[in-house]
């Protein structure tokens, strides 16, 4: 069945770009119709979603978070990886990959376990 597992350094200095890959065992990122989605979770707070990435390469954002974020995918790999830029501490958070359809109403159906991510000088 399909896992999901986020790969990455914990610590990231402020102003620096935080990248996180997401590494897909058990099916292809790229077979239709599914969506590739990173979600972050800081201290004491809900779940943020921040952008996909699309069976087909489509990319959307958060638009809290657009300017900052860009999401890329290696096919070869079957890996597809966040990159956060102009970090500050508020990015601080549990960063997590999910998988969901691309199209209906269905919510996530497989999730990674999470990643710590710290931001700090």
């Known amino acids: 069945q399909v896992q999901l597992q986020e790969s990455g350094p914990g610590l990231v200095k402020p102003s620096q770009t935080l990248s996180l890959t997401c590494t897909v065992s058990g099916g292809s990122i790229t077979t239709s119709s599914y969506a590739w989605n990173w979600i972050r979770q800081p201290p004491g707070k809900g779940l943020e979603w921040m952008g996909v990435i699309a069976y087909d390469g489509s990319t959307y954002y958060s638009p809290a978070l657009r300017s900052r974020t860009s999401i890329s995918r290696d096919t070869s790999k079957n890996q597809f990886s966040l990159q956060l830029s102009s970090v500050t501490p508020e990015d601080t958070a549990v960063y997590y990959c999910?998988?969901?359809?691309?199209?209906?109403?269905?919510?996530?159906?497989?999730w990674g376990q999470g990643t710590q991510v710290t931001v700090s000088s």
């Open positions: 999910a998988r969901r359809q691309w199209l209906g109403n269905d919510e996530y159906d497989y």
